[in-house]
Antibody
């Protein structure tokens, strides 16, 4: 069974750093794109970016490029989403998401993590 | 970026009703479209991929159609567990983008 298990909820102050994680199991971690989707309170889904753990190829949405870093450690089948300086507007639920590959490109998301709530407040 | 526009933003329906949700892409995306269902406090769930392919385990009352720029998700006979928010997502080019969502409510 494919599972993506995310790290727990976080509360931080503006300006602080944070790294959340997503551990994959039940499949070959290096063969699927894994990405992050943001959902702000009461809002819709926003695709942030993606990494291919096999070769660390990473792509970002223009809306978050430079604001976050996506990485992966294939030795422990874990992907990460990192901020160096959080803002109040980063308050959201963050989901990791496994993408169905097609010809080396990511397509639909067939498996989701349970979500990590991030609250940024002074 | 490819913009995805869903309509309606919300729909009121009853158990047994046929419900249709539409999604329009700002440019042609062939059949690179997926549909997801999200219930409050839960992660989204894949219903349809490649515009019309039913994900394993998803009831057959859900169906998808369309290609190019116009797509449709149909629930043939609404069940109590189908009250949720539905999102379309294009997978033709990066960044992948979602529609704004359609809330199906009683």
């Amino acid at each position: 069974e494919v599972q993506l298990v995310q790290s727990g909820a976080e509360v931080r102050k503006p300006g602080e750093s944070l790294k959340i994680s997503c551990k994959g199991s039940g499949y070959k971690f290096t063969s699927y794109w894994i990405g992050w989707v943001r959902q702000m309170p009461g809002k819709g889904l926003e695709w942030m970016g993606i990494i291919y753990p096999g070769d660390s190829d990473t792509r970002y949405s223009p809306s978050v490029r430079g604001q976050v870093t996506i990485s992966a450690d294939k030795s422990i089948s874990t992907a990460y989403l990192q901020w160096n300086s959080l803002k109040a507007s980063d308050t959201a639920m963050y989901y990791c998401a496994r993408h169905i590959p097609h010809s080396d490109s990511p397509t639909a998301i067939d498996s989701w993590g349970q979500g990590t709530q991030v609250i940024v407040s002074s | 970026d490819i913009q995805m526009t869903q309509s309606p933003s919300s729909v009121s329906a009853s158990v047994g009703d046929r419900v249709t949700i539409t999604c329009r892409a700002s440019q042609g995306i062939s059949s690179w479209l997926a549909w997801y269902q999200q219930k409050p406090g839960k992660a989204p769930k894949l219903l349809i991929y490649a515009a019309s392919s039913l994900q394993s385990g998803v009831p057959s009352r859900f169906s998808g159609s369309g290609s190019g720029t116009d797509f449709t998700l149909t629930i043939s006979s609404l069940q109590p567990e189908d009250f949720a928010t539905y999102y379309c997502q294009q997978a033709a080019s990066l960044p992948l983008t979602f529609g704004g969502g359609t809330k199906v409510q009683i």
